[in-house]
């Protein structure tokens, strides 16, 4: 694994990152509506891994970007308040998004005297222990079903400026090694976020999940630096489509009882979403591995950044709030329902052209909302700057 320079001045910004980050929203959108049939076409259908994954290494990717190479270069403190306040705005929208799905599913049960809609995604727990719901809600602690990424995230964001102070230190080999021993610690020990009232810890555990964030902040670094954190190798390349296919079989074939006849820990052996395990883990790094250093001239290298999915992916929190409450709305739609092709097509394609709408509109308001403060308004050359303001009389 070669170690780069962090730091340094980076190149131009990768439309590929902007592309598979808008890839994984979509799909995200559509495996959180379950039982629709579309579901079964997404890339979880394909190998160990699937959106969130991918999803959760681009963050960390980006954020070497956004947070790393200012912390490295200097300004520690702010860009560790940077972190800390994007955490808090992920933390809001959550809320946020938590408090928009009950709502939608009391609407649905006030609207068809159905009370069955009170029992889904965890809501049933408002109704039987409503202030350790709420306690828990604001903690973190309870999070219902299908919005449970977002508290994942606010934590790790919580981790980086710690990662960013290991790096400093000993460099990106340090950072692996400090995450893989966390990683294992989890996976061995069950260390996790409780879950409160209800029992248990969180589907996306913090602790384990901080491996693959960190191994896309890595990768962000040394791209950073002007190199490949793995440089391209033909027999690594070769090793990489190997497992990629022999887990499209494994998972083609439904051979998940193979995995028993395999001796170790589950960790290594199992395909936990939890925990990250070694499958799940090796999958999405293989993935990367192969795209990132797909062939000169494939259509992987010519991802410009007007690609739909690149424009999408440059909006993914909106994207992402929007999706979640479209998937939501969605699931409360197909309630009692069994799969039919008509509605269940009507519905995701409704739902992605929505999300492609609401990229496009952000696309075209953040080009015309960011120049006008330096666009003429005059053949002399005033601009908005240079007009007088108006005067402000005293308030009592």
């Avoid at 997404?42 to 190479?69: I, P």
């Avoid at 964001?157 to 990683?183: C, D």
Wanted: charged share 10%; aromatic share 12%.
């Amino acid at each position: 694994m070669a170690s780069a320079p962090v730091g340094a001045p980076g190149s131009a910004r990768d439309s590929r990152v902007d592309f598979f980050r808008g890839f994984a929203l979509l799909t995200i959108f559509v495996n959180h509506v379950p039982g629709v049939m579309w579901e079964h076409l997404t890339s979880r259908n394909y190998g160990f891994s699937d959106s969130a994954e991918l999803f959760v290494f681009l963050a960390g990717f980006a954020s070497a970007f956004a947070y790393g190479r200012s912390f490295l270069q200097g300004s520690a403190l702010v860009a560790s308040i940077k972190a800390l306040r994007r955490a808090g705005t992920l933390y809001l929208v959550h809320i946020t998004l938590t408090m928009i799905a009950v709502s939608l599913f009391a609407l649905a049960a006030m609207t068809t005297g159905d009370g069955r809609y009170l029992m889904q995604l965890g809501i049933g727990y408002f109704m039987t222990q409503p202030v350790e719901t709420l306690a828990g809600v604001a903690t973190l602690m309870h999070q219902l079903a299908y919005l449970n990424i977002l508290p994942m995230y606010c934590v790790i964001l919580l981790m980086l400026p710690f990662m960013l102070a290991i790096v400093r230190r000993v460099g990106l080999p340090g950072l692996l090694i400090v995450s893989a021993t966390l990683w294992a610690i989890a996976g061995t020990t069950g260390l996790n976020l409780p879950n409160h009232p209800n029992p248990g810890g969180w589907q996306f555990n913090p602790f384990a999940w901080q491996i693959v964030f960190a191994i896309g902040l890595a990768v962000g670094l040394a791209k950073a630096g002007g190199r490949a954190l793995v440089a391209y190798n033909p027999t690594l390349y070769a090793i990489a489509l190997a497992y990629l296919f022999l887990s499209f079989l494994f998972v083609e074939f439904q051979l998940w009882h193979w995995s028993s006849l395999v001796p170790g820990p589950f960790l290594m052996t199992g395909f936990d979403k939890t925990f990250v395990t070694l499958p799940r883990l090796l999958h999405i790094l293989a993935l990367v591995y192969v795209f990132a250093h797909a062939p000169s001239g494939s259509l992987v290298r010519r991802i410009g950044p007007n690609n739909l999915l690149s424009v999408i992916g440059r909006h993914s929190l909106p994207i992402f709030a929007t999706g979640t409450i479209l998937s939501v709305a969605a699931q409360a739609l197909r309630f009692n329902r069994e799969p039919a092709f008509v509605f269940d097509t009507a519905l995701i394609a409704a739902g992605l052209a929505l999300h492609v709408g609401l990229a496009l509109f952000l696309e075209w308001w953040r080009g015309v909302s960011a120049p006008v403060r330096a666009r003429p308004l005059a053949a002399g050359g005033a601009t908005a700057a240079a007009l007088p303001g108006p005067r402000l009389g005293r308030t009592t």
